[in-house]
Nanobody, 126 residues
């Protein structure tokens, strides 16, 4: 089992920045793919950024390319999401997720992920 705990959410004004963290514990050696997802009220969960933790490649949703950066610190078992130039459309609950397979890692398909954190709220005001 793997446990994931997100932190770093908050309220910012448009144009501001936040860094989300996701601390992993448990059987993290089996993890091969991790991602950040978000879900706004009345909307489905969407992939924001993902990383193949074995190969190192990362992927981003078109809506966040150039503004968000995913990174990992293997020594700390922590995944990060640096978010810059935030806008109100980025307002959502953000979730960290992990899976043991690298298959389609770059596609960020929520149903393929095995483990989820509880989420951290990000609110961007105009």
């Amino acid at each position: 089992q793997v446990q994931l705990v997100e932190s770093g959410g908050g309220s910012v004004q448009a144009g501001g920045s936040l860094r989300l963290s996701c601390a992993g514990s448990g059987s993290t050696d089996n993890i091969a793919c991790m991602g950040w997802f978000r879900q706004a009220p009345s909307k489905g969960r969407e992939g924001v950024a993902g990383v193949d933790t074995v190969g190192g490649s990362s992927s981003y949703a078109d809506s966040v390319k150039g503004r968000f950066t995913i990174s990992q610190d293997n020594a700390k078992n922590t995944l990060y999401l640096q978010m810059s130039n935030l806008n109100p459309e980025d307002t959502a609950m953000y979730y960290c997720a992990a899976r043991t397979s690298r298959y389609l890692c770059g596609r960020m398909v929520p149903t393929l992920y095995d483990y989820w954190g509880q989420g951290t709220q990000v609110t961007v005001s105009s």
